[in-house]
């Protein structure tokens, strides 16, 4: 039984929408603008204006996620009887503006911006939702959580959505960190932290027989998942790169792939830590066989979405399926030594066609997923 994506949406510091996003990867061009008046001169991929029918009230985080969940729906042409359906929702800081929002409120009175009334209003119900925060993997595990419900065949439909928005106590948190650069340049030499970003993605699975009766096109097939933990720290990764290589090789052999994946997309936050685990992790797993596999980050384009950053990542990686291109690592100039031979996409998009795409994602706390994608032909 194949588990396929009919629809997809997106909206992040690009713009709005899946094609905005697409003509961002293809032509490398990136999101990020200044978030500092003064040096250090960080940028984050900040979101502008977004256009929604709904309450205007409606808290920021919840916009974003919903103008994602619209665009994906309608595309599936499920704009109605979702029911049945169910909602893996992945966020780390998503509703925390809806908290600010209160301040001060009675925490026991309920709020007029509850998630639910604006579910129930696109045709889903408010009950069957699970939300998830297992940190930047959130909305990577909300993917492996919605394809094991419809193996079992206990879903026909299963919406996947994550959604991040800055706030004060995300910028702080990650400055606090020391974890921001001036710039995002993922695997580089000379790369000294992340650009955060805030945005949301949102993905309709089902089963492709369901898909094919009701006149649905297949966009990507999701073939494997899996997940990896290595505990070694509250925040730092595990330097061997055991987690993740255990989440890539869970999906790998998920998707009982035997070949080589035709591209990964990489967490690739540009931290000292994450590049240097994410690049062992890959070693551990493909050994030489690794120099041949086209690897590269979003990241630059979008910033890091924290809980948003795997169900845009899965589209990133739908999206070099569909188009056979695969985007380029925005500011990697000269790679770190210590990655040598690897076969990282620089300076612009690379032609080429595959049948299957790697996504990765790393969190805190020693999470670690990874999502295999197939090309579906029309």
């Not at 696109?122 to 297992?134: I, Y």
């Not at 790679?335 to 620089?346: N, Q, S």
Request: aromatic content about 4%.
């Amino acid at each position: 039984m194949r588990i396929v994506v009919t629809g997809m949406g997106a909206v992040s510091g690009v713009g709005l929408g899946v094609e905005a996003l697409r003509r961002a990867l293809t032509e490398g061009r990136s999101g990020l603008t200044p978030l500092d008046a003064s040096p250090p001169y960080r940028t984050a991929g900040r979101v502008g204006q977004v256009t929604l029918s709904h309450d205007p009230a409606v808290p920021r985080g919840q916009a974003l996620l919903l103008a994602a969940l619209d665009e994906a729906l309608t595309q599936a042409g499920l704009t109605q009887d979702l029911q049945q359906a169910h909602l893996y929702l992945g966020t780390v800081h998503g509703y925390h503006d809806h908290w600010l929002s209160r301040d001060g409120a009675d925490a026991a009175a309920p709020s007029p911006w509850d998630l639910g009334p604006l579910l129930a209003g696109r045709g889903l119900d408010p009950a069957r939702v699970s939300v998830l925060s297992t940190a930047c993997t959130a909305s990577s595990a909300a993917v492996g959580l919605a394809l094991d419900a419809l193996r079992q065949g206990r879903l026909r439909q299963a919406i996947v959505a994550g959604f991040e928005v800055m706030t004060p106590f995300l910028y702080e948190g990650f400055v606090a960190l020391r974890a921001l650069g001036r710039r995002c340049r993922p695997f580089d030499a000379e790369r000294d932290g992340l650009a955060l970003g805030e945005g949301a993605a949102a993905l309709v699975l089902e089963r492709e027989d369901d898909a094919r009766r009701r006149g649905a096109e297949p966009l990507a097939e999701i073939a494997g998942y899996g997940f990896g933990l290595d505990l070694a720290h509250l925040t730092a990764p595990d330097p061997s790169g055991a987690g993740a290589a255990q989440a890539l090789r869970q999906a790998l052999d998920d998707a009982a792939l035997d070949e080589l994946p035709g591209h990964i997309n990489a967490h690739g936050t540009a931290t000292r830590h994450n590049d240097a685990m994410e690049c062992a992790a890959l070693r551990r797993v493909f050994g030489q066989a690794l120099d041949g596999i086209p690897v590269t980050s979003t990241k630059p384009i979008t910033g890091h979405l924290c809980g948003a950053a795997g169900a845009t990542e899965v589209i990133a990686a739908a999206l070099a399926l569909q188009d056979a291109l695969v985007p380029a690592t925005l500011g990697l100039e000269r790679p770190d030594p210590r990655f040598a031979g690897l076969d990282f996409v620089r300076g612009a998009a690379r032609e080429w066609r595959g049948d299957t795409a790697v996504s990765m994602n790393s969190g805190f706390g020693g999470t670690n997923a990874a999502v295999v994608l197939r090309r579906v032909e029309p």
